[in-house]
């Protein structure tokens, strides 16, 4: 049992991969936030999740101690530029996206602890395979931590950040498209 907050700006797919893990693993937090603007997918996210709190938006999301972004890479900068009035210097925000750099991150946010995560599928029965990458600002203690509850997901790791897709691409997109040739 951690005693934290998360919030999850996105309600969708990989949001819904988090939530079924931590509950496998019966992992427990003060308080679950989150935002997704289609009525319906929070709907089924609260159905699914019954303990986690539908919030009205991304700003109320944030104030929890710990942020995912879950939302495509167009959306984010608005976000990151929408919630960072309410995010301290003891927030941590993770972004969930490819592409936008954890300079982008920290410029828009305007905090010093971020962190970008590319996690997989697998994370849905706790045998992921996710890599993570800290802004260098980012406290050690606070990354002891975090990556500690990251492993509820499975295996989670830290790499530089010019290799995070990479990894990503390896993890998630090859078997995606060459099971079928393994498996003949």
Avoid at 13 to 27: D, E, K, P
Avoid at 36 to 62: C, G, M, R, Y
Avoid at 79 to 98: F, Q, Y
Avoid at 113 to 122: F, G, K
Wanted: no cysteine; net charge negative.
């Amino acid at each position: 049992t951690m005693k934290t907050t998360l919030g999850f700006i996105g309600g969708g797919r990989i949001t819904r991969v988090f939530l079924q893990a931590l509950v496998n693993r019966q992992a427990t937090f003060d308080q679950i936030l989150v935002f997704e603007k289609n009525a319906e997918t929070a709907q089924k996210l609260q159905n699914d999740f019954p303990h986690i709190e539908l919030v009205s938006s991304a700003f109320a999301a944030a104030k929890a101690s710990v942020t995912f972004i879950a939302l495509h890479p167009p959306v984010i900068v608005e976000t990151l530029e929408s919630i960072s009035p309410v995010l301290t210097d003891e927030s941590i925000v993770i972004s969930l996206a490819p592409k936008i750099t954890l300079a982008k991150l920290t410029e828009k946010a305007g905090i010093s602890q971020v962190a970008r995560m590319i996690p997989n599928a697998t994370s849905y029965i706790n045998e992921g395979f996710n890599p993570v990458t800290f802004a260098t600002t980012f406290r050690p203690k606070e990354k002891a931590e975090l990556l500690k509850m990251l492993q509820l997901l499975g295996n989670t790791f830290e790499v530089e950040e010019p290799k995070l897709e990479a990894y990503a691409l390896l993890s998630a997109m090859l078997p995606t498209y060459f099971w079928f040739q393994w498996d003949e």
